[in-house]
């Protein structure tokens, strides 16, 4: 499920990306926060079940204050999950692996594969 927990934590999780990242232009960065998006029906099960993502607004940077979108897409495993309103926390990926993220700089966008 979508909650303020689950922002929390891949606030956390977005912070460890960027202190480990081998790329010097974001290995300062940190999150200062993750935002819901505004409209409930954007992240509803119908409509997170039919498109497969979320866009999310991320608070990151040098400052952790420029706001970027996270798109946050879901593989089988979070939405099986996430249909069945269980936690997806499990299925956020592992920090060592680097095939789950993606960081758009110039158009300030995020991309997070869940399981």
């Known amino acids: 499920m979508l909650d303020n927990k689950f922002c929390e934590l891949l606030e956390y999780k977005l912070s460890m990306v960027f202190k480990n990242s081998a790329d010097d ?5 940190w999150c200062d926060g993750i935002l819901l998006p505004a409209s409930e029906n954007e992240y509803s099960k119908k409509f997170v079940n039919d498109n497969r993502q979320v866009a999310m607004t991320a608070f990151i ?4 204050q420029d706001k970027y979108e996270l798109i946050l897409k879901f593989g089988n495993k979070s939405l099986s999950r996430y249909a069945r309103d269980l936690d997806i926390s499990e299925c956020l990926p592992n920090l060592e692996m680097n095939n789950y993220f993606g960081i758009d700089l110039e158009n300030q966008r995020i991309l997070m594969q869940l399981d």
């Open 25 to 29: 232009k974001v290995e300062n960065f």
């Open 61 to 64: 940077g040098l400052t952790g």
